[in-house]
């Protein structure tokens, strides 16, 4: 079922699982002494190879998958991204770094950068404030709180894929965005919200708004349950009104919460494919391409194996540029950093 | 929900334990006038509005929807959903989806939790290394490594088939799963250790009877989490699973709803039972996914 353990790891799972099994189970008091086992299978073992040997059927086999579905298809990303190659026959052509000139001097590639960015930044700047004003709201005690808390999320939890083709028949001309836009007056305004090239862009956003503002409603929600009571009471004993305690104390002692989604948005935005592909393909006219919609469209759909991988590189850079500039100076605060298992002191 | 649900929490785990939440504490501050229910209907009503759309959408028939794009049924037109529900195609998708979720689930629970229990609760050398390994895992997205995976998976056969796509899969939901239970097997007290081996049970006697059967709620979180990234995935799927007679419901949908451009009313049904089974799993879940999403990102 699972990929049989390659390497060192073959030789270690199954012998470690054989381990446990014949050797009774009094024998196995943790930290006995290697030379102490009366037993054949503990003496040939001494408690810290027996231990070497458990830890590696543990995790053996999740590192085998993780070795051969991420490792090795990452480097050879690196690799295929200095051939020039179709994905059949040799790898031969090597070009060196021209695939990496070549998409950083293509114009379709630096406008999916471009548009990358504008979603990061229009993501954060349309769901923080609509995110934090949904949370406040289900904070106060009103009737039906748990319906609507499940009713936002909703959108987040469908796939883009169906989600999207719900919204290409909505905005089709004729459908029901342009029957709403005029049935509030405004039938001057109804357009072709994914058929022109300036505003397609703007039309994707509020499908992503759509389809993401649950996350962040229920990542803020969580943060304000954190936020102790007796916060609450002192302000209103000092005359607080209820703005005034968001303003001054809800929502700065929310900041980390509010940091954490920020990553999370910024790094859901970087790798965004789907929904766009759904959308619009990334058209009209390359208005709404993403780095990952080019990185597919010259992969698989032009065959441009080697070409692709280096923009999967550059795509990578890029997010871990992001993401390291990210932690350094928005999240440095919040000792966010650490490998470690540390509980976090609130 | 691909990507964003299984983006990489950054790196602080968080113990999952089972939330001692206080409800409705916050009634001191704040009740609801009717501007706040205003907002709060319009916020349900613009989020609810397309599901609805679809819904009813999938009972009226291509000639109601052209007349007029807002309107109720009149009369209700059950074909299109009778149409779909007798295709082949659909239970099929559904089926494969079904598969590949469940394949990705397991591996990544099995593995997840067997990779998690020395990394929580054996001292060694290079444990922390060892994690590390996990926790890097979480800067390479899937996206980044598509190409190569896509060769991979062909080299290895296994294009349209379920393995082809959960494999995969699970590698990628692997990290995560780790970073969350680690903290969470880590948090089970250390008494129960002692406890065990003064009985003889060895540790992995004990990882079977004693650990496993205790961290159920951290594994259902991890486990609802991967099956609905897998259930929703679209970007791998749609490059190795090219037979039509191997493919998921998401490709199923857009395959549908551009052969049947035409026929908006069957893809609206078609559509609507696709988020079915994702709404009721959702309903079922909610708590767990919350709980896991908070968990993953908050201390």
Do not use: C
Not at chain 1, 93 to 108: C, E, H, I, K, P
Not at chain 2, 181 to 186: H, T, W
Not at chain 2, 193 to 222: M, Y
Not at chain 2, 258 to 267: I, L, R, S
């Amino acid at each position: 079922m699972t990929p049989r353990p390659t390497g060192a790891d073959v030789a270690a799972s199954p012998r470690g699982a054989a381990g446990a099994a014949d050797r009774p189970d009094r024998s196995a008091a943790p930290a006995r002494p290697s030379g102490g086992g009366r037993r054949r299978s503990s003496s040939r073992l001494s408690a810290r190879t027996r231990t070497r040997l458990e830890i590696a059927f543990f995790t053996g086999p999740a590192l085998v998958l993780l070795g051969l579905f991420i490792v090795v298809p990452v480097l050879q990303a690196v690799r295929y991204s200095v051939f020039d190659w179709n994905g059949l026959g040799p790898l031969d052509d090597f070009v060196g770094l021209d695939n990496y000139a070549r998409a950083l001097g293509d114009t379709v590639f630096t406008g999916a950068v471009v548009n990358n960015f504008v979603i990061i930044a229009l993501s954060i700047a349309i769901q923080l404030p609509l995110g934090l004003a949904i949370a406040l709201l289900l904070n106060r005690d009103i009737r039906g709180r748990g319906f609507l808390r499940v009713v936002i999320f909703m959108p987040y939890v469908l796939a883009e894929v169906v989600a999207g083709v719900v919204w290409v028949l909505l905005l089709q001309p004729n459908g029901l965005v342009d029957a709403v836009v005029e049935g509030v007056g405004l039938g001057g305004l109804t357009q072709l919200w994914l058929g022109d090239p300036d505003i397609a862009l703007g039309t994707v956003m509020v499908v992503l708004t759509w389809k993401y503002l649950g996350l962040a409603v229920i990542l803020f929600l969580a943060g304000l349950q954190g936020v102790p009571e007796d916060v609450y009471e002192a302000a209103q004993l000092d005359g607080a009104s209820w703005w005034q305690v968001q303003r001054r104390v809800t929502i700065p002692l929310l900041g980390p919460t509010i940091r954490t989604w920020g990553f999370l948005s910024m790094i859901g935005s970087l790798q965004l494919f789907d929904m766009v592909w759904i959308l619009t393909g990334g058209g009209p006219a390359n208005s709404t391409v993403t780095m990952a919609i080019y990185l597919i469209n010259q992969g698989t759909e032009r065959g441009l194996y080697g070409y692709a991988s280096a923009v999967a590189v550059l795509l990578f850079v890029i997010s871990l540029v992001l993401a390291v500039l990210y932690q350094t100076f928005v999240l440095r605060r919040d000792n966010e950093v650490a490998p470690k298992p540390r509980r976090a002191a609130r | 929900m691909s990507a964003p649900t299984t983006t990489p929490a950054p790196g602080r785990p968080v113990p999952l334990q089972p939330e001692p939440r206080r409800r409705g504490r916050r009634r001191s501050f704040g009740g609801g006038g009717p501007l706040v229910y205003a907002v709060a209907a319009l916020v349900v009503v613009v989020t609810v509005a397309p599901v609805a759309y679809a819904f009813l959408g999938g009972f009226r028939s291509n000639a109601q929807l052209a007349a007029d794009p807002v309107g109720l049924p009149s009369p209700w037109v059950v074909d299109n959903y009778v149409a779909v529900l007798t295709s082949a195609s659909f239970w099929r998708y559904t089926l494969n989806s079904t598969l590949v979720a469940l394949i990705t689930t397991v591996v990544v629970s099995v593995l997840g939790v067997m990779a998690a229990y020395p990394l929580a609760r054996y001292r060694f050398k290079g444990r922390e290394a060892l994690a590390l390994v996990f926790t890097l895992g979480l800067l390479f997205p899937l996206t980044v490594a598509i190409i190569p995976l896509f060769l991979l998976v062909r080299d290895l056969q296994l294009t349209n088939t379920v393995w082809g796509v959960a494999l995969p899969q699970a590698a990628f939901a692997l990290p995560l799963t780790v970073v969350i239970l680690r903290p969470f097997l880590a948090a089970l007290p250390k008494e129960l250790e002692e406890a065990a081996a003064i009985d003889g049970a060895s540790r992995i006697g004990f990882f079977w009877r004693v650990l496993l059967p205790l961290s159920g709620p951290g594994l259902v979180t991890v486990g609802v989490l991967a099956f609905v990234a897998s259930w929703n995935a679209y970007l791998l799927p749609l490059l190795v699973l090219s037979d039509p007679a191997s493919q998921t419901l998401p490709l199923g949908v857009a395959s549908f709803s551009t052969q049947y451009a035409q026929d908006t009313a069957g893809v609206l049904a078609f559509t609507s039972l696709a988020m079915i089974p994702a709404l009721v799993f959702f309903l079922a879940m909610q708590r767990r996914i919350v709980n896991g999403l908070q968990g993953a990102v908050k201390g």
